[in-house]
């Protein structure tokens, strides 16, 4: 296993719309690992193969206290939506310290093949939806700032670009 840089917002590759995974075979089972151990690492509750320039249709997601409860949703599809809606602060390890507050659906039911190849139908409430649909989101090329206003998600991109040559 090996930990995965994470791209940072507002790297151009995080737009990047994913591609289905064709198989899952050892080399999509070593990345479930390495994206584990990276997520695990970085005290994240989910991340998609887009965050680790990986353009695969690949999430892995923990939500529980103990993290020990690993999710994989390979090739996930939305099957159902709620249409009540819940907004909470949400953060991502692809834009570190930042938080706000995005709506999304207090529920969804979806469909995704598991870690060993196996289709799944999911149905996910509160804390486990919310995640489940921003990481989708990343599959898609989206990141959750771009559900803010363009004021706030400049200046987040302002002071992520800032924090990026600091760091060189």
């Known amino acids: ?5 994470i791209l940072s917002y507002p790297d151009p590759r995080l737009h990047t719309v994913a591609q289905a995974v064709q198989a899952v075979d050892d080399r999509i089972r070593a990345l479930i690992a390495d994206m584990l151990e990276t997520m695990y690492e970085s005290n994240g509750i989910g991340l998609a193969a887009t965050q680790v320039n990986i353009h695969e249709r690949l999430i892995v997601i923990d ?3 103990e993290r020990n409860q690993p999710m994989v949703l390979i ?3 939305v099957l159902w939506q ?3 809606r819940v907004r909470g602060d949400e ?6 310290g930042i938080y ?9 039911k979806i469909q995704a093949q598991d870690g060993e190849g196996q289709l799944r139908t999911i149905e996910a409430e509160d804390l486990l939806a919310v995640c489940i649909q921003h990481e989708m989101d990343h599959l898609m090329g989206k990141v959750f700032v771009e559900y803010l206003s ?3 998600r400049n200046r987040i991109k302002t002071k ?3 924090a990026q040559r600091a760091e060189r």
């Open 75 to 77: 090739n996930p599809e």
């Open 63 to 65: 939500v529980s206290e």
């Open 82 to 84: 709620s249409p009540e």
């Open 160 to 162: 992520m670009l800032k």
């Open 100 to 108: 706000d507050g995005i709506e999304r659906a207090r529920a969804v």
């Open 91 to 96: 953060g991502c390890l692809s834009v570190p």
């Open 150 to 152: 363009p004021l706030k």
């Open 1 to 5: 296993m090996a930990l995965l840089p």
